[in-house]
């Protein structure tokens, strides 16, 4: 397991009988998990697109590209941001909820509409006055390495440059990370022949209790699996006994590399969380309309929605 919960060795110094007493009433209070975009790699008006979805006046028919974000009080009485993915529009998704700063970026893959917005992330280095701390396979790793040298490699810049500071961990599936009271696993997905992941958070051991936010409805265990359209064998099992899982549904037609509208609710009704939403979803859908016809349990996400 990885540790992000442990900050400059401070736990160290507390007797064994104190930190015993802390653990017993470690609480996470004030869970919030948003949804920051719910489109495809286009976004939602599409350039040049005169259809009904991206002509609509229905707010929840605009799509930004996707992303998330979990917002809690971790036990020891401090805010904490985890971020999944960092799209192009991530520094509209910021203004919009004011998110002021990123203790774990967590990625899922390398495309485009998932990373693009990592060059925003400089601004919580401001704020936060510390790197902040990026889980990602080695092979993403990597590719935001080529993708951006100049964060990454920031000695080879020909003038010295404001780039975000970043401190980077390699994960694996089935992994997971502790952070600040919450454990983050990463789950071996398919996006195609693209092997991806989703992520799973529920409460690490010590933690007794997630409490929500005052107007939400979601706690742990919440897995996020947008790209996909294939769950491996192996990882059924960590989809398990879930509350809420968002999952990818880009439309109703059929598409190589993501759940069509069939798939979802068949997956949705074999892992039965007790609410699932779909996301990643393309212009062919508009949200009234198919809302109208979706099961008992499940639901079309939007832009911030609050789970």
């Not at 917002?71 to 998704?93: A, K």
């Not at 990026?134 to 490699?153: K, Q, S, W």
């Not at 696993?185 to 007794?208: K, Q």
């Not at 309309?289 to 079309?300: D, K």
Request: with cysteine; hydrophobic share 40%.
């Amino acid at each position: 397991m990885i540790d992000a919960g442990t900050e400059g060795g401070a736990a160290a110094s507390i007797p064994a009988h104190s930190r015993a007493a802390a653990a017993a009433q470690a609480h996470v209070t004030d869970l919030r998990f948003t949804l920051l975009g719910t489109g495809t790699s286009s976004g939602i008006p599409v350039i040049a697109c005169d259809c009904a979805t991206c002509t609509s006046t229905d707010p929840r028919d605009r799509r930004t590209r996707v992303g998330a974000i979990l917002e809690f009080t971790d036990p020891t009485g401090s805010p904490r941001v985890i971020l999944i993915d960092c799209p192009p529009d991530h520094r509209e998704h910021a203004l919009r909820h004011r998110i002021r700063r990123v203790d774990a970026l967590l990625f899922t893959h390398s495309h485009v509409d998932h990373v693009f917005g990592l060059d925003d992330a400089r601004l919580y280095n401001v704020t936060m006055k510390a790197p902040i701390n990026l889980y990602a396979e080695r092979t993403v790793i990597d590719e935001l390495t080529r993708i951006y040298d100049h964060i990454f490699r920031p000695h080879r810049n020909v003038n010295k440059s404001f780039v975000a500071d970043v401190v980077t961990a390699v994960v694996e599936p089935g992994r997971a990370v502790h952070l600040f009271g919450i454990d983050a696993t990463p789950v071996r997905l398919l996006h195609g022949a693209l092997p991806i992941l989703g992520w799973r958070f529920e409460a690490a051991a010590g933690t007794p209790s997630v409490v929500p936010a005052a107007g939400t409805h979601a706690t742990l265990p919440i897995a996020y699996c947008t790209d996909v359209n294939a769950i491996p064998p192996e990882s059924w099992s960590a989809l398990a006994g879930l509350d809420l899982l968002v999952l990818d549904m880009l439309r109703e037609r059929k598409h190589p590399t993501h759940f069509s509208l069939t798939e979802a609710l068949e997956v949705a009704a074999q892992l039965s969380a007790r609410r699932t939403v779909f996301t990643h979803m393309t212009h062919d859908v508009r949200h009234a309309e198919l809302s109208a016809r979706l099961p008992a349990g499940v639901e079309l996400g939007f832009d911030g929605m609050q789970c």
